[in-house]
DNA sequence: GATGAAACATTGACTCAGTATATTTTCTGC
DNA sequence: GCAGAAAATATACTGAGTCAATGTTTCATC
């Protein structure tokens, strides 16, 4: 092994970075349906398989970032203290990003990820494949709570409360961040707003909502 | 308009079916991955086009019957009692279901069905389009929490507890017949297991899962 | 430095899902 | 029967993703 990186994984970290930048501008230019890898191709100045190479998918130009973090919320549960609970696990390890501004539940307004987010909303297909990630992270979760000796019926609805409100939480980011607030806005009551959507978990829902205030 | 329904409406719904029922047969046999959209044309004697007519995708083919029901959770909570929580609204209408035996809840055992659910496990691109029916119900589901008045954030955490359970107790169902279980022996405990997992989410997590019992 | 082997990129041809358009068949109401 | 509507078809196309064969780089060893 030479010292560092290594040119050839240099070369290659530039190349994805510059395919993955291309398509985005594309994207954002003229709308991700409206824009071929052909022409991503072209433009990043590479075949087109090469960008299948890096890419799995026309989709994974957008997502890939995103699904980098899909184990996060198992790895928190699974890592947890003996006398933890799973909440616990699970907000704690959400707050300490929040303190940390992990870009990856949304607080961060630079101008790549805006795009990102923008394109993600305003495109079906991605909006699905955004969705799939949290069902992914979910079905996990499942996984190992069942693991750990429960009713794997109970498991599976503890993983979807518990990654219910983790998810509500990082949209809840992402609207406000693409309705022009400013990351360092959105993070100053995050904590606030966390304690409130694990609570409702933590607690259970009672007789959510109350009484009818619009029946209609 | 005649009597009835129309030879019109009677072809059409028979060429469906037929279409429907060679797609799931060739799927059965050879996998939904090896089996192009032109064979299905074929073999059901119609035209490629008239397929996309019928069914919009390829995935629709086996996931249709079950999408058809992605409005039921939220017609419970829209159209339940004033003073009903939607805890309750959403049990007391599963109940129900269980009651009549619903195969949109998995409580059948008919060969077509256990086809189509097989199929559904063992295709990565159908679990996804099961996973997008879902999401699809949580968001209707939070959007009509949110308009009720409440936070919309806590509004998408509760429908996510909601779905999460009802969802679970779907998959357990389907889960159980795949291993071979009779549809009326799914059943006769149903009621007990919905008790169990919405009592989760009325009351709440808590310390859940309790003390680790496997560490590892 | 030179060299051989692996890894990687490229090319071009291919399959197949899905769309668009124009045309023909098939049913319905009169 | 016949006019008009609705559905089915043929045909041709776009674009995603795959495959196989062939270059081209990079690095480890001599």
Redesign the pocket.
């Known amino acids: 092994?030479?010292a560092g990186e290594?040119?050839?994984?240099?070369?290659?970290r530039e190349?994805?970075m510059r395919i993955w930048r291309t398509a985005l501008d594309l994207f954002t230019e003229r709308g991700f349906?409206?824009?071929?890898?052909?022409?991503i191709?072209a433009a990043a100045?590479?075949?087109?398989?090469?960008v299948?190479?890096?890419f799995?998918?026309?989709?994974?130009l957008v997502t890939a970032p995103m699904m980098n973090h899909v184990g996060d919320v198992v790895r928190a549960v699974r890592e947890r203290a003996a006398g933890e609970s799973a909440v616990d696990a699970v907000r704690r390890q959400f707050l300490e990003m929040i303190e940390v501004r992990d870009p990856s539940i949304g607080l961060n307004d630079d101008p790549r990820s805006l795009q990102a987010r923008q394109l993600i909303q305003n495109t079906p297909v991605l909006l699905q494949r955004a969705s799939l990630a949290f069902s992914q992270a979910q079905g996990e979760l499942a996984e190992l709570l069942a693991a750990e000796g429960g009713d794997p019926m109970l498991a599976a609805v503890a993983a979807a409360q518990l990654t219910g409100a983790r998810n509500a939480l990082i949209n809840e980011h992402h609207r406000r961040i693409l309705a022009g607030e400013s990351a360092q806005g959105v993070a100053d009551d995050a904590a606030e707003r966390t304690e409130r959507a694990f609570a409702q978990v933590e607690n259970g829902l009672g007789s959510y909502p109350g009484p009818k205030r619009a029946p209609q």
């Open positions: 092994m030479t290594g040119l050839r994984e240099r070369k290659k190349t994805g349906d409206h824009v071929s890898v052909a022409e191709a100045d590479v075949s087109k398989m090469t299948f190479n890096y799995g998918t026309k989709e994974d």
